[in-house]
């Protein structure tokens, strides 16, 4: 059996794709022995937008002094195995398969969701090859994830916290923002990126319950952009580095919690300077300059996101409004469990025209239509697209030389990403 094959039928074990409570995985762990209980030293990673780039770039610090690291993160863009680096390198086809099988074989006929199997999988991989820390990016939430079997992680990091799966994790930010707060663990040190009042007041409430030493943006640290470098300053001194090579000033503050956390774990400048150089994070304001969209309309500039709520809406037009003015298309594909408007709102006044797809072989996509009607109500102009490489294709013979963002969903991103090649 391919992995493809194993991940399929992991698919039917739960009836539900999401559904947060902790006993299953709990259960399937007990099952296979605890292996979290023997990974390397944890940085557990929880908040709305901005995970995965600040663990992209711990990562980088931690490995630019010789540490080999292990990473989970999720959901994948064009394969699964992205979800899983092993000591540095994304889990091998062979590996993969043998671990999921063995999960499947331990958990029995008992359900279990996708995420959650599969979470134990990575933390049995993780158990078995050496290392030197474990990064873990949370799924969903914090408190019921998956994730959260970790009982004394070396550092916990919250990065910035906005209104997302309210279906999940409450309406509120303010119980979203608690959520995220599970993830605090007694007497660990937290890193917290930059928060509204109402969400910093639930995690700090919940870090001094516990005893963690908190390490808060505009408290403890400090990073801003300067004549063209990115500034960092906490107790220990000020650090004048590169800006991060993710583009994007939301990028920034992402950059500030990393560094926060690489100097929590004792690690010098050069660690710093390279978790901002060397990340490497996609469909995160990533350009394509190769494969066969770009191929097909040479004169295009084009780039994809995966951001796909407000607050990645706001990160995105600003990113926008600091690019060489250039006329600029959207084609934005989203699913039906977003905020749709409010993604779109910030980004109204930076665009020509936003291309509505549907997204392929997504079946909570939000058709093309709902898009494009969204749009209109912010006042964008808007048009229905049958891909994108149709939309592509129709910006391409009018506006040859214009900018285009492909954007809306991590799962049109990894479509393109696999489009693309």
């Known amino acids: 059996m391919s992995s493809d094959a194993v991940l399929e039928r992991m698919m039917t074990l739960h009836p539900k794709v999401i559904d947060l409570v902790m006993d299953r995985v709990e259960r399937l762990l007990a099952a296979l022995g605890n292996p979290e209980r023997r990974i390397p030293p944890v940085i557990h990673i929880a908040g709305t937008n901005g995970k995965g780039s600040t663990q992209a770039m711990i990562r980088a610090g931690l490995e630019a002094g010789g540490s080999l690291v292990h990473a989970y993160t999720s959901p994948h863009l064009a394969r699964f195995h992205e979800r899983i680096r092993l000591a540095g390198a994304l889990i091998s086809e062979d590996a993969l398969t043998a671990l999921l099988d063995e999960c499947v074989q331990a958990n029995g006929p008992d359900e ?28 969903l939430g914090g408190r019921l994830d998956a994730t959260n079997v970790v009982e004394k992680p070396l550092l916990t990091v ?51 319950r516990l005893g963690c030493p908190v390490l808060a943006f505009g408290q403890q640290w400090s990073a801003w952009e300067e004549r063209g470098r990115l500034i960092y300053q906490d107790e220990n001194g000020l650090l004048d580095l590169p800006l991060p090579n993710l583009p994007g000033p939301f990028q920034i503050q992402n950059a500030g919690a990393a560094i926060a956390a690489l100097r929590a774990l004792g690690k010098d400048q050069a660690a710093c300077e390279a978790a901002v150089t060397n990340a490497y994070w996609p469909a995160r304001m990533q350009r394509l300059r190769v494969g066969p969209l770009v191929e097909s ?88 697209a049958g891909s994108v490489a149709e939309a592509l294709a129709a910006i391409a013979a009018v506006a040859p030389h214009a900018r285009v963002l492909i954007c809306g969903s991590l799962y049109l991103a990894g479509g393109v990403l696999r489009e693309n090649g």
């Open 297 to 384: 309309a040479p004169g295009i500039e084009l780039w994809l996101d995966g951001g796909h709520n407000p607050a990645g809406g706001v990160a995105v037009a600003a990113t926008l409004a600091r690019m060489p003015a250039r006329e600029t298309h959207l084609i934005c594909g989203m699913l039906n469990t977003k905020d749709v408007r409010g993604y779109m709102e910030p980004l109204a006044g930076c665009v020509t025209r936003l291309h509505a797809v549907s997204i392929p072989g997504e079946k909570n996509t939000l058709p093309a239509e709902v898009t494009r009607d969204a749009a209109l109500s912010v006042g964008m102009d808007a048009v229905v």
């Open 112 to 139: 279990i969701t996708f995420f959650e199997i599969t979470t134990c999988a990575a933390f049995l991989a993780f158990s078995r090859v050496q290392a030197d820390y474990t990064l873990l990016e949370v799924g």
């Open 158 to 208: 919250i990065t910035p916290v906005s209104i997302d799966h309210q279906q999940y994790l409450g309406e509120t930010l303010a119980e979203i923002a608690g959520e995220k707060a599970g993830i605090l663990k007694r007497g660990v040190p937290c890193v917290i990126g930059p928060q509204e009042d109402a969400g910093m007041a639930v995690i700090e409430a919940r870090a001094a």
